[in-house]
């Protein structure tokens, strides 16, 4: 049974630095992709960022100058860099692996940015 078990959020206040990760189990295989979604209160769920195998990655245009994913395939883990925290980078962050046609999501970690 495959798991994404997401750590490191928290509170912070704006412009301090966060990092997130994400470790997946129950698999001996590497990922297609894994990344990040976010979903602050009220809104819709939006892509954060992408790491696929092989190197390639992707961020959302709101978040590309200031954060940075990164993937460890031998850990199967994903991590998400987030530098210079605004208030509306609060949201709860979610996970995801995607397994040939199969999407996997972690719990959720939630990120709040506040003075």
């Known amino acids: 049974q495959v798991q994404l078990v997401e750590s490191g959020g928290g509170l912070v206040q704006p412009g301090e630095s966060l990092r997130i990760s994400c470790t997946a189990s129950?698999?001996?295989?590497?990922?297609?992709?894994m990344g990040w979604y976010r979903q602050a209160p009220g809104k819709q769920r939006e892509l954060v960022g992408t790491?696929?195998?092989?190197?390639?990655?992707a961020l959302a245009d709101s978040v590309r100058d200031r954060f940075d994913i990164s993937r460890d395939n031998a850990r199967n883990t994903v991590y998400l860099q987030m530098n210079s925290l605004k208030p509306e980078d609060t949201a709860v962050y979610y996970c995801?692996?995607?397994?040939?046609?199969?999407?996997?999501w972690g719990q959720g970690t939630q990120v709040t940015v506040s003075s």
């Open positions: 129950g698999i001996t295989t590497s990922f297609g992709a």
């Open positions: 790491a696929i195998t092989g190197g390639a990655r």
């Open positions: 995801y692996a995607t397994l040939q046609l199969l999407t996997f």
